[in-house]
Each structure stands twice: as C-alpha cells, then as structure tokens.
C-alpha cells in the first residue's frame, strides 16, 4: 500500500510568522496537528518562524508591497536552482499552496510540470481589497480587476483541490466565472477553550476606559481593506448624537496612527496576544465588524464564541455567519446609521441579546480544529493515492 510509507507534503507560505493574520493562524492549525509518523512536511518561506518550528525549512528572499508595509512577498525566480534542487532531493507526493503569488505560481508550474497534485486553501479575497488600493485612481479599478479575476481563475481552475471557507465566497468565486468542479467547503475551526463567555473580566477592561459604559468592540489588523472610513463614520456619528457607550479597537496595522487622530475618544489596546484578547472579547458588549473583504472573517466566530452579539457588515465571507435579527444583525456596509441602530437596538433589548448569545455560542461549539484537520490529512492521503496509482499504470 501507497501509505506505507510517509506522505511527503511541500508546504509554500510567503509568510510563516505565527498569529500573523487569520491565514497564518490557519497554517498553523495544521502545522501544530501534523501526524509525524504518516507525514513529512518541507516548508518553503518567505517570512519564517519566529520561533522554534519542527520542520525543514527553505527560506527564500522576499520584497515588502508598495501599499501595504505590513506584508512582504517571497521571490523565487532569483533562486530557482536553490529550490528546484531542494525539492528533487525531497521528492514531494503533494504540494500545498497558501496564495497564488509568485511563490504561490512557482509551486504550481512545478506541480504541473512534475505531475504533483496540488491542494490550495482561499484564504485572502484579493479582488475586494482592490476599491480600497486604487481609490485614488479609480478608472483603472475596472481593468486591474478583470485582470485579477482572470489570473486567479487561472490559477485556482489547475489546483486538484481548492478549500474554500463558505458558501458565500463559493457563491462569489462562482459569480465570477471561476469552476467550482474542484471545490470543496473548509470552514475555519475554532478553539473554544480559548474563546468563551468565562473569561469574562470588566475590570480589565474598565482599566483602560475608567467608566461603565457598555463596551462596543472591533478587532481585526488596521488596514484600510477592513472598511474602516466607515468605522470613523460609526464613530464619529456616536459622538454626535453623544451615545453612552465606548469604542474598543484591538489590533494594529497601517491605519493605526490615522484612526487614533480621528476616533479620539475611542480606547486603542494595540495588538493582543491570545489570551488578553480572549478576555476583551469577553469582557465587551457588542462585537462591531466593518470589513467586507474577508474570505472568512475569524473575529466574528471568536466573537460569537466569547458571548458577544454581533453586528457586521452585510458583505464579505463573514456574512454567512449571521442570519440577521436570528443570531445577530447584518447592516449595509456604508451606512454608519444602520450599525448605529442596530447597536442601540441590542442595548436596549436584554431578551434579544441574550437570544443573540445562545444561538451566537451554539453556531460557535460546531466549529472544530480537530475534524477539520483531520480532514486535510485524509485529502492529501487521497490526493497523493491517485497520483500513485497514475504514476504507477503509466508505467505498465
């Protein structure tokens, strides 16, 4: 049998730093569940570990984006002989690409080339992200779109296997002309040990806002792509009408300085590690999300696992999520008067939130790292099963 021996899995990530955004969270999901004694892994980077990490790895140079300081991307083409040399002396069953970058391009041209399958998780919706890049410029949105509409369906439509997080961004993907015959649904799990109601802690929170006023909270990294011109104008709109309730925004990121000078009075606690922002999930009233970009959207899950009732934006993979006024409220992404009223709705209405909580916490508790991991290891099993026993009629 095929299986008898380990599976051998090259793994490309242009970043593998930890808790970097909700992809590197994903990553490392799996990395931290990998069956060694079915399994070998080869890890191909950009940005690596910070930390020890237990596998080999091949760093390779990378370039920071123009737009975005926050990220860089890895570049293969000035150091093909280094991996192409690595990779025949590993002789991979599978390939596993996180991005369709230029990192991610290599992977599969050699995949192709080499008759390795490959699998692909859609972590980031790139296309919405472009409104918010080009705003500026605003006639070639169009162009530069269509063009990145056909690159990711080139790429996506030669993967053997493409995880995609929900029915929404499948939908989506669907919509613009990309088959979905190699999809496959791959919710993101969740741990609820670390996110839940018990961390609950108001005085950890009331350090910082010194008040009792109920507390509405938005995390996620401070980029512009999270709709945050419409996070001031929910601010700035609160103020206005002198609302009784305080701003809290975890996270950091690009717009950081830019949303500290517009949202004044708001409370910024920087970016958090696990643990403390387990407990201002916990510790707040209303979890508030802007973005309309993401593919799936972690924050609103944890929220919902941490007692939070939810009001969102009504776009994007977390959408799918809520069902509005059931289990939370979805709100026009661009009217600041909508989150407002929703908002004040849920502070007013103790039976409401509380139904909110329960079917908020109920739809968390499905969410499982476990299964859904072992998931991935049986589909690279199959994957590189088939390719096996292709390789091997080939040969008679």
Not at 41 to 61: N, R, W
Not at 268 to 289: M, W
Not at 328 to 333: A, T
């Amino acid at each position: 049998m095929y299986t008898n021996k380990k599976i051998k899995v090259a793994f490309f990530s242009d970043i593998l730093k930890e808790d970097f955004d909700g992809a590197s969270r994903t990553i490392y999901q799996i990395v931290n569940r990998i069956p060694a004694d079915k399994f070998e892994f080869l890890f191909i980077c950009g940005i690596s570990p910070e930390t020890d990490f237990p596998f080999d790895i091949v760093e390779i140079t990378t370039l920071t984006i123009p737009f975005n300081s926050n990220y860089k991307i890895a570049i293969p083409f000035f150091e093909k002989k280094k991996l192409n040399k690595k990779l025949v002396e590993f002789n991979p069953d599978v390939i596993h690409i996180t991005s369709p970058s230029l990192l991610g391009k290599y992977a599969l041209n050699y995949g192709q080339f080499h008759n390795i399958p490959i699998i692909t998780i859609y972590h980031t919706h790139f296309i919405s992200y472009i409104d918010y890049y080009l705003e500026n410029i605003s006639f070639i949105i169009e162009p530069v779109k269509n063009l990145m509409i056909k690159t990711i369906k080139q790429f996506y439509e030669k993967c053997n296997l493409v995880y995609v997080p929900t029915k929404i961004m499948k939908k989506e993907l669907v919509g613009l002309n990309i088959s979905d015959s190699n999809m496959k649904i791959w919710p993101r799990g969740l741990n609820t040990s670390s996110f839940n109601p018990a961390k609950k802690n108001t005085e950890f929170i009331r350090k910082f806002t010194g008040n009792k006023k109920p507390n509405i909270l938005f995390t996620s990294r401070l980029v512009w792509e999270k709709n945050l011109k419409i996070l001031i104008k929910i601010y700035k709109k609160a103020e206005q009408e002198n609302l009784p309730f305080n701003f809290i925004i975890a996270g950091d990121g690009i717009a950081d300085a830019s949303l500290r000078e517009q949202m004044p009075n708001a409370f910024f606690l920087g970016k958090l590690n696990h643990e403390d922002l387990s407990v201002v999930y916990a510790s707040c009233d209303i979890f508030l999300f802007t973005s309309v970009t993401e593919t799936y959207g972690n924050v609103v899950v944890e929220a919902m696992a941490s007692g939070l009732p939810c009001v969102i934006a009504n776009g994007g993979g977390s959408a799918g999520f809520i069902e509005n006024g059931v289990n939370g409220f979805l709100c026009d992404p661009h009217q600041p008067e909508d989150y407002i009223k929703n908002i004040n709705t849920i502070l007013q209405n103790e039976s409401l939130r509380t139904t909110f909580i329960q079917k908020g916490l109920s739809y968390a508790s499905s969410l499982d790292w476990e299964s859904l991991t072992n998931l991935y290891f049986d589909d690279l099993t199959l994957l590189a099963t088939k390719v096996k026993v292709v390789r091997e009629e080939e040969l008679v």
